[in-house]
């Protein structure tokens, strides 16, 4: 099972070296940047930004690939809906439907931004450490009044590290719960109802008692949920400032196409 | 450097699980304990960096009380755990990120975290590791790399909770080498087990049973001491074997029964060179 969440994959491009911070950034920037920009023109634009990037990146298209795939059928709702949804001058009729040429534009540029920022994010979560970006989402976070919603930064960034650690392990037990109670005559026909409560109370049973267990393992090697540092030194460099700097004149000037 | 006094624990439930433990702990020495299952040995260990505290009694390390909330985080610097069960010791995505982790709670710079992990991976010899997930390794490497995380917090003691329990022999006996090589190299060992083979090289071996202390001593007196046939704990078979030998008035003395080999060598001199 590959990990489902993050897929990085280390290296040594530019864009590895960058501060987690500045990519953060840059996705939540070049993010604005699709949903803001009206013209095909400016969004082929970000297009041919992502494809020089990930040259850049030196990191194969079986990542951008899988980062897309599971959206692809949303996609393609959004698409469907805005083409026959929008009015506009009707280009055939079939049917109750009538697609228009409006909808066939809306419907390609929202499709095209989803798309965007899925691959942007991509290309982030590839080339960054997950619990590097843990840690610049931690510093972001850490001068953000957080207590008042009971956390504070440094659990908010323990919590990421664990949910990307045990999500595999979860999937497994899964597995294992399932071939545990199989082996017991438990039949997992097609009806849900039946296998559902079968599966589910062993397996939060056995999660529980994980996460107890967990829980002291971490106690012990001194988690207390405060203040702590990291292995990840995070240091804004030049290259830094300047890649924000040169992205923000770059959406400056797409903005004003 | 430990000391515990007077300690009674008994869970929410109501279990009592210790009753009036009384014990100290020297630094440098290697300590074992023994007791079956349900036995109180784990909620013994938890008192033993304040992850539990006594509900009478007290649980000092180095003059301080576990009781004492500002002090736990040094005690724990001081007293690390290792438990039974590798998978749910991990926090990390990888072995490295994994080591992190105790260094990290300690707000040691990223330098000197680094470091440490260096160390500890050269310790436990799965530098090919680092950038592996802990989960993808065998029982016995998962093992290790869990030493390996409270090592980087470089305690004074460590603590071992069953540790081999749940892991094929050869990687038990992998991690046993390990235990002892840190204790030549000056850690402070508490060694927990209800497999009494593994307590051989021990200084001092502790029988509890019910949550009460029944017996302390050497291994020499305590793996062969009859009572523990009643407690269903099966001594070593080299020892019980030497036990039977003197009843017929053959003594092996107590340094050769540590192996078969060192036994077989010793039968051998006695029988037929003389
Ligand atoms: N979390 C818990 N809640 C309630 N009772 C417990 C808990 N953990 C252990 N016990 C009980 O306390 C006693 C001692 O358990 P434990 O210290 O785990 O023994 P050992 O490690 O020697 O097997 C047992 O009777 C056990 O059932
Ligand atoms: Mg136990």
Known sequence: ???????YIPGKSFLHTLDPRTKLTAVMLL??????TESFFGIGILFAFFVALTSFSGLPARVFLRAVRPMVLFIIFIFLAQLFFTEGKVLTSFWILHPSLEGLQNGFRLSARFILLLLFAALMTASTDPSAITCGIERMLRPLPLRWLGVNSFELATMMNLSIAFLPLLFERVERTKAAQASR??????NPFHSVPALAIPLIRGVIRDAEELALAMESRGYQ??????????????????SLLALVLFAALLLRF | MIRLENVSYSYPDGTPALRNINMGIKKGEYIGIIGKNGSGKSTLALHLNGLLRPQ??????????????SKLQVIRKIVGIVFQNPETQFVGRTVEEDLAFGPENLCLPPLEIR????????????EKYRYHSPKALSGGQGQCVALAGVLAMEPECLVFDEVTSMLDPESGKNVLERV???HEKGKTVVHITHNLEE???????????????????????????????????????????????????VVIPWDKTSSPSSFAEEICRLFLKT
Do not use: C
């Open chain 1, 185 to 190: 005559g438990m039949y997992f026909g097609k």
């Open chain 1, 1 to 7: 099972m590959q990990e489902p969440v993050f897929s």
């Open chain 2, 56 to 69: 009478k009694g007290k649980v000092m390390v180095r003059g301080m009380n576990t009781g004492d909330f």
């Open chain 2, 199 to 249: 307590l051989h090289a021990a200084d001092r071996i502790i029988v509890i049973d019910r949550g009460r202390i029944l017996l302390e001593g050497k291994p020499e007196n305590v793996l062969s001491d009859p009572s523990l046939l009643d407690l269903g704990l099966t001594p070593p078979s080299l020892i019980e074997l030497a036990e039977h030998l003197k009843k017929h008035g």
């Open chain 2, 115 to 126: 470091r440490r992990i260096d160390r500890a991976l050269a310790e436990i010899e799965l």
């Open chain 1, 31 to 36: 993010g604005i940047l699709a949903f803001r």
């Open chain 1, 225 to 242: 949920g405060t203040r702590r540092t990291s292995m990840h030194e995070l240091l804004m460099q030049r290259r830094d400032w300047i």
């Open chain 2, 180 to 182: 002892k090589r840190l």
